[in-house]
């Protein structure tokens, strides 16, 4: 039973500079679906990072969301019969709704763990800031007839410090109450991404959107991050978006992979299929760019010709076409293709699959 | 399945390897967040200016600031029947002549000079006064509220009634000078203090606020400290000096005169911490703390401003001597503080005519006393700057 918690629907985003202006995003549209990973690939400045950031309405100035509509369906965490769906994109970016949902419904873990982290206070100081500000404590106030009254109370600072602990042990730093003390710079790198990801985690979000946790790590470490990740996603139920470049790393942690190339997603399908039944052309020039261990020929690396085209001038009909291998004259520079389901769960657009 | 979630349910068979009772192991964690205390301390221990600096300062607000009554002989007020005596000069004489290791002062004998037709005072070598320490004295309220009248030292009235100890000399009206510099350190040092600490806040605030908001309120910010920097001092200080009624009572024109001075000085702070905040705003702890739902408030507060502190007290400590110079130019001009409240700038005024400077000229003593306060806050200044940047070079 997929049920979606965030609809993406042909969102657009521009950033008015002084040259012109870049469209980050257009006309993206995707589900993230409840307690599911979703990883989202693509070349740096294809629009990964910025669509994650619409989602929690944080897009820089001067950039500004024009079209289209991010559809949270909220749940009560204390009610959760009940669905209410909330159109982020009209929310105001300094109100109380939103500061709700980042961090108490949706987290965030950044590509930076080096600088993510305030440096003067403690790690556990900044775990209990999220609680704080998130985290209800219900507390029986009394009874009438059988059924308790329930009240919600903030956190204490005791208690506070008590659930940064445990998540700190959740997320495995060992020692955790002596880390609970430690300052930024007395943790590692991937000490401090393991409290990045704690602070994310303490408000017991329903969507965690992790910004290439693991660019700014060694190897190791990126695995230990992952295999953590992917625990507490069993353990408790969450949805991930997962942003990344890496199609090592995807491969491992998404059920569902969403191509994206200049702000449009091309594909989506299951990672199984992204990897072995690519459609989109991009998606294979992509695949076909990843060195294979053992292959020992003297072929070159593929790697996808041409350049990124300028922001400011995008090319007509379909983006990928200046560099697409399987280019076809007068149609593909002239014709937009369609986002369209080509097998069960298979989302293509390109017009090779389109009858045109 | 949503409420089933939950974080205080700790899976017990989670098995993390070092599992140790929950609750704080001090010592050890004091020594890991002190290190970079330490290493400031290390490296402002090792710069001698910087400790002379500290000592100078830290004498100086505990004898001026805090206890001027223990620590002068006289009152303040206090109107002794010797006019612009000159200062009695130390001798370690017994009355008798023997010598002795406790210091006394000389006697002071007024003559008439017969050619100016001036009364003089000329010492007289015969009487001879023993200083005494912690000797019972005029009664005053130690601060403020708890009575004694224990001077750090004077002369014992009981057993010399006719004694003396104007160590400085006196002024006009035969008050004690060295009171009155102790005394008059206090207004002048607290207004240093005070007067910094509303200029610290005030410049906090407002650079904080229009760098992390830039834009429009950057703008409106930045003009207004232009605005306040071009404007002339001198005619300012007069415009608003004069706006202070003269009716007010003296406490009340202290605190207006402070107002002004952080009115004037606060620009400078605010476009320091300004250009910190910018830098600072950029780093991914911002978007951190905003994508866990922190408010601008509490991003500003709680993480950009705590980053700028190593920096903001090295200007704030090298912005106190300006204040306190400014009180005296102002007090000096008449703009500032008046009679009967008493500041250093006070005691300068009252000896600001020639008159004074060729018959009087040891009520001049005030000026060395400025001086030293003025150095002391910039060496210890210089030295925090060195030290709190302990990773830098030299």
């Known amino acids: ?356 | 399945m949503g409420n089933q979630r939950g974080i205080n349910q700790i899976d017990p068979s989670d098995n993390f390897d070092e599992i140790e009772p929950v609750g704080k192991v001090k010592g050890k964690e004091d020594q890991l967040s002190q290190a970079y205390w330490s290493l400031v301390w290390w490296k402002f221990k090792k710069n001698k200016l910087a400790i002379v600096g500290a000592l100078i300062i830290f004498l100086f607000y505990t004898v001026c600031g805090v206890f001027p009554e223990f620590f002068s002989p006289y009152l303040l007020n206090y109107q002794s029947d010797y006019l612009e005596a000159r200062p009695q000069p130390l001798t370690f004489k017994k009355p008798d002549g023997s010598f002795s290791l406790r210091p006394a002062v000389k006697g002071l004998d007024q003559e008439l000079d017969l050619i100016t037709r001036q009364r003089t005072w000329v010492v007289n070598e015969e009487r001879i006064y023993p200083i005494s320490f912690f000797v019972k004295g005029q009664p005053y309220k130690l601060l403020g509220f708890i009575p004694s009248n224990i001077h750090l030292f004077g002369i014992d009235t009981e057993k010399y009634p006719e004694g003396t100890a104007f160590l400085f000399g006196t002024d006009r009206v035969g008050r004690d000078l060295l009171s009155r510099i102790l005394y008059g350190g206090r207004l002048s040092l607290l207004l240093g203090l005070i007067g910094q600490a509303l200029t610290l806040i005030l410049g906090l605030v407002l650079g904080a606020i229009s760098g992390y908001y830039g834009g429009v309120v950057d703008i409106i910010v930045q003009r207004l400290t232009e605005f306040v920097g071009a404007f002339p001092d001198i005619p300012l200080f007069m415009a608003l000096a004069a706006a202070i009624p003269v009716k007010w009572s003296p406490i009340i024109v202290y605190f207006m005169l402070t107002l002004i001075l952080v009115f004037i000085r606060w620009g400078g702070l605010a476009r320091q911490v300004r250009g910190l905040i910018l830098s600072l705003r950029e780093r991914e702890y911002v978007l951190a703390a905003l994508s866990s739902g922190a408010n601008a408030r509490r991003i500003m507060f709680r993480h950009l401003i705590p980053g700028t502190i190593s920096h903001v007290i090295v200007i704030a400590t090298l912005m106190i001597p300006g204040m306190i110079l400014s009180e005296t130019a102002l007090s000096w001009l008449g703009l500032g503080l008046r009679p009967p409240l008493t500041s250093w700038g006070v005691l300068l005024q009252e000896v600001s005519s020639v008159r004074v400077i060729r018959f009087a000229p040891w009520q001049l003593i005030t000026v060395p006393f400025i001086i030293v306060v003025v150095l002391g806050f910039n060496m210890l200044g210089d030295g925090l700057r060195d030290a709190l940047d302990p990773y830098g070079g030299r």
């Not at chain 1, 599911?36 to 693509?42: A, S, Y």
């Not at chain 1, 403690?122 to 009874?143: C, S, W």
Request: charged share 25%.
């Open chain 1, 1 to 356: 039973m997929k049920q979606p918690l965030v609809e993406i629907k042909d969102l657009n985003v521009h950033f008015e500079v002084r040259d012109g202006t870049v469209k980050a995003i257009q006309g993206a549209s995707f589900d993230i679906i409840r307690g599911q990973t979703t990883g989202i690939i693509g070349e740096s400045g294809c629009g990964k990072s910025i669509t994650a950031k619409a989602i929690m309405q944080m897009i820089p100035r001067p950039g500004k969301i024009v079209k289209g509509e991010i559809l949270y369906h909220f749940r009560d965490k204390l009610n959760p019969s009940q669905e209410e769906i909330i159109n982020i994109t009209e929310l105001d970016p300094d109100g109380t709704r939103i500061r709700k949902i980042r961090g108490g419904e949706i987290g965030m873990i950044f590509q930076e763990p080096m600088s993510s982290l305030t440096p003067v206070y403690t790690a556990g100081y900044q775990i209990g800031e999220a609680l704080n500000l998130h985290r209800l404590v219900p507390q029986k106030v009394g009874d009438q007839m059988d059924t308790a009254i329930m009240e919600y109370r903030n956190v204490t600072k005791q208690e506070a410090r008590e659930i940064a602990i445990d998540m700190l042990q959740k997320v495995g730093l060992p020692k955790p109450h002596e880390r609970v003390d430690s300052y930024p710079h007395q943790l590692s790198g991937g000490q401090r991404q393991r409290v990045m990801i704690a602070i994310a985690l303490s408000c017991d979000p329903v969507m965690l959107i992790a910004d290439e946790p693991t660019t700014a790590l060694d190897v190791s470490i990126e695995a230990q991050i992952l295999d953590l990740m992917r625990d507490l996603q069993e353990r408790e139920d969450m949805a991930i978006m997962f942003i990344t470049h890496n199609l090592g790393v995807v491969a491992e942690m998404a059920e569902d992979i969403i191509v994206m190339y200049m702000g449009k997603q091309v594909e989506r399908a299951s990672s199984l299929k992204v990897f072995y039944e690519a459609k989109h052309p991009y998606t294979r020039a992509l695949l076909e760019s990843i060195p294979h261990v053992g292959k020992r020929d003297r072929a070159r690396l593929a790697s996808i010709k041409g350049m990124v085209p300028s922001p400011f001038e995008l090319p007509s009909g379909c983006v990928f076409h200046t560099r697409c291998p399987s280019f076809m004259p007068g149609k593909c520079d002239v014709i937009e293709p369609t986002w369209q389901e080509i097998e069960e769960d298979h989302w293509v657009s390109c017009l090779l699959y389109e009858e045109v």
